[in-house]
């Protein structure tokens, strides 16, 4: 019996771009851009894999079974609540891809996953730009814009979804390579909502703040605007994470933002003005190393102490102690990333000044090293990989491009 002749690497012509394909059994795979080395090689890919079935003799025909996007979302979900862990917890990403996927269920749940064209995604872009996010579900009326950045990410986890699809053999290449086709939102062209860009913090707005802040907080922000830490980091820190051995203190968060990318540890150097007010919180926690320096517990007891202060009658014996066998809602021994930006918000409220969040303080930090040292300082500070990341958070120092241009503008 004669080898079967492989078909040929076919051109499909498009406005968008010529596609490359080879007919494989009746059936078209698409294979990226016509003329591309990756095109190539994938048809070589699928050749030798076509030529390898066709010349086995127990050779079968694969049942082309399609399954619906509800099968494919309620497969994925499976994968994702044991992939998206971290340190033994679900992170926030498996939570957005179940938010989104409740929305796609609804809309496309019952259709075939191949019948989801980009005209379906445009029309789940157009459903999440009209859409409104309740921010306080005791008032209905309350309801705020989806931003244009939330959209895109919204979109891009639909196409994530898929993407996997195609690696578990449960989506064809061809649907998810026409996903892909989609734009993304752009600046000013959609009713999406713009999210201002994230900008420093002045030092001014957070000297006025730091008087309503409980000292565990307080300390927290005087760390970031020193060290240029995320706010992640400052809240995990404990004792037995940093080196107290040299001249210059080493702490090394046990978790961080990007520690499933980066080849080394997060590093955060602590120099002498972060020493001074760290060693307190390190002398109260040297009997329990692994134990958090910020507590939202102490801050409580702190403000119960200054209100015991202020009180002018005297203390009733059935007062001493009010504290509830079964309280309905138990204070944390670290604070969140929620508690620990309303507890920044409500004090710049007491104060005065406009709202401001923890991340801000890491702008700051950078754009401070960057106007006195240059951006590369700035880059090693902030451990950033490339320095167009670091670009994002350090401003450029407009007080020297004015003085340039009072020179020779």
Request: contains cysteine; aromatic residues 8%; positive net charge.
């Amino acid at each position: 019996m004669k080898n079967p002749k492989p078909p040929k690497l076919c051109c499909q012509k498009k406005k968008s771009g010529n596609l490359a394909y080879v007919s494989l059994n009746g059936t078209k795979h698409y294979l990226g851009r016509y003329g591309t080395l990756e095109s190539k090689e994938q048809y070589l890919r699928l050749i030798s894999e076509w030529t390898a079935i066709e010349k086995s003799p127990a050779k079968s025909k694969v049942k082309d079974v399609t399954i619906t996007v509800n099968e494919l979302v309620a497969a994925f979900l499976d994968h994702a609540e044991n992939y998206y862990v971290k340190n033994g917890r679900v992170t926030e990403s498996y939570g957005h891809f179940v938010r989104i996927s409740d929305r796609l269920k609804k809309i496309y749940g019952s259709i075939h996953v191949d019948e989801f064209t980009p005209d379906c995604l445009e029309t789940m872009q157009k459903v999440l730009i009209s859409d409104r996010k309740v921010q306080n579900p005791k008032l209905a009326q309350n309801k705020q814009v989806l931003s244009r950045k939330y959209v895109n990410q919204c979109i891009g986890r639909i196409r994530h979804i898929f993407k996997w699809g195609v690696s578990r053999k449960k989506v064809k290449p061809d649907t998810h390579y026409y996903l892909m086709q989609l734009p993304d939102l752009k600046k000013g062209r959609s009713k999406a909502k713009e999210l201002p860009k994230v900008k420093p913090v002045d030092d001014a707005v957070v000297e006025k703040t730091l008087p309503y802040l409980p000292s565990p907080v307080q300390v927290m922000v005087k760390l970031q605007r020193l060290t240029g830490m995320r706010p992640g980091e400052v809240r995990v820190m404990r004792l037995c994470d940093i080196d107290t051995t040299q001249e210059e203190w080493f702490y090394i968060p046990w978790e961080h933002k990007t520690e499933h990318h980066d080849d080394c540890p997060r590093l955060v150097v602590l120099g002498g003005k972060s020493q001074s007010i760290l060693m307190p919180y390190l002398m109260d926690n040297y009997d329990t190393p692994e134990k958090w320096l910020f507590s939202p517990i102490e801050s409580m007891r702190e403000r119960n102490m200054k209100a015991r202060e202020r009180r002018k009658t005297k203390v009733q014996p059935s007062q001493i102690d009010r504290k509830k066998a079964r309280p309905k809602q138990t204070l944390r021994d670290q604070y969140t990333k929620d508690s620990y930006r309303r507890c920044i918000s409500r004090a710049a409220e007491k104060a005065g000044v406009p709202h401001w969040f923890p991340n801000q303080l890491r702008h700051t930090a950078l754009t401070a090293i960057r106007a006195k040292e240059g951006i590369e300082a700035a880059q090693v500070m902030a451990s950033h990989k490339n320095i167009s990341t670091t670009e994002i958070y350090a401003e450029k120092d407009i007080a020297k491009a004015r003085e340039l241009a009072r020179k020779y503008g």
